[in-house]
């Protein structure tokens, strides 16, 4: 997305403003929706992002739900689960449930679904998350199911109850290759229905008066249609919103979002969701920057950082500072020991102890969606000698990077890959793998014990342990969350929580 300059915005806001009033569409009972990136699926297997997830959970269901409030799981597809042994989960399945086409759902659908989901010729690119947890699926009747694992995983039934979404068997089994069902006929169990979909068009959506809601959390469709459309460009979107082209601007900066609201026909909505944006730094020396392996360094570079200031001035709004590399929806998330204060003094006297009285250089590598809190922070750190050049890649060029263990110091974003556990969190950080520049035996070791102690108390007292460890060694500073932002006609209604744990949930939107 282009960000405009808050004069140019304003002069556009004081042109449209006069040219055309906002019209919505709730005489039409279509909300008109506005996404950065196309959409080119319905399934998060085939395009993980926000933007996918959000429509995914208006057209198919999952075994459960996540209630976000109780952080406890709730029935969707399945209405009741227990644990045979340490390593099998049973489901049993809810009766009278259809397909959008009419066809029953069975057993054979979550089976066929989950088969394929294990199967190694499946390639997906979070395929891990399911491969690692499950080792096969079985079918003991129409209505009842078992899951299996290799061994106890801590965070199983989160992963069940975020992004597995069940396809049916009867249309998924004939697409070869299996991503074009949900491109050419998704067909789901959801609070809607896609009437199309398109990369260029975008996609639109159909309340479907045959879903039955499992309970409260998940609740039927309230607005008729939800036409999903792709505007990468900002000045585009803002003349959309102002004109009544639009209802909602989703994932609007800053200084964009609060112009827009000062308009009387337009609210600002800042949900919370999961995003995390934090500072990494190369504790293992895996990069070849010797300055980062000191602790002394490490934790002057953490009181340079005046992260209120992030959140108040830089990060989108409604963004707050956490301690830990989580947010208070997850299960396990806790810390005792915070990161330091902002101290600047302290700061230039520890890099001094540690070596480097005139400071040293550093590469700074920003994920999309950070550049503006990495340009900033590397601002911040100048001020102790540290000379911050900063350097702006894609997800393909970080990934690169990453694997290849060049990154002094990443500025990126964190959503614990949409599944509200710290369980995963610390298998992509500090398990070990291409995402961990710490290397700490303890963490890793810790990180095992915890994901396979079935107890959640105990294990989740070894996470705050673990991030307790994290502050102490100044491996990595969580800077602010990241909100998603929305403007929208006020005629929509959007409660605070509409991302919940995990993406736009577009059922749970109404008319005013």
Known sequence: MRVMTGAALAALIAGLATAMPAYAQKAKDTLRFAFIDPISTTADYFDAKPET?????????TLLDFDPESRTFKPDLAVSWKRINPTTLEFKLRKGVTWQDGHPFTADDVVATVSWLLDPKTKLRFGYVYTSRFSKIEKV??????????????????????NMIIFPKHLFEKYEPRANFA??????????????????????????????????????????KVEILPIPDLQTATAQLMTGGLEVMHDVPRDQATQLASDPRFALTSAPGLNVIYMEMDAAGRSGNKALTSLKVRRAMEMAVDRASLAKNVAPVGATVPNALCVPVMVGCG??????????????????????PNGFDVDIISQPGTEQIAEALAGQLRRIGVRAKVENLTFAGFRARQVAGKIEILVGQWDAAGRPHVAGTFAYLWGGGPGDYA??????????????????????????????????????????????????????????????????????????
């Open 53 to 61: 997830v959000g429509v995914e959970r208006s057209i198919y269901s």
């Open 141 to 162: 009747d129409d209505y009842t199911v078992r899951l299996h694992e290799p061994h106890p995983v801590i965070d199983d039934l989160v992963a069940v109850s975020t």
């Open 183 to 224: 491109r050419e006929q998704p067909i789901g169990t959801g609070p809607y229905k896609a009437v199309f979909v398109s990369p260029s068009k975008g996609i639109m959506l159909e309340k479907w008066d045959g879903f039955v809601s499992p309970g409260p959390w998940r609740p039927a469709a309230s607005i008729g």
């Open 335 to 356: 810390v005792d020991n915070a990161p330091p204060a902002f101290d600047l003094a302290a700061a230039k006297k520890l890099v001094a102890e540690a070596g480097y």
């Open 439 to 512: 290397r700490d035996e303890t963490l890793i070791k810790l990180g095992k014990e915890a994901s396979s102690e079935r107890d959640q108390a105990k294990s989740d007292a070894i996470y705050r342990k673990m991030f307790d460890r994290i502050n102490d060694k100044a491996y990595l500073l969580p800077l602010t969350t990241f909100p998603a932002v929305f403007v929208h006609n006020k005629d929509v209604w959007m409660p605070k929580d509409v991302t919940g744990a995990l993406a736009t949930d577009f059922f749970r939107m109404k008319w005013q």
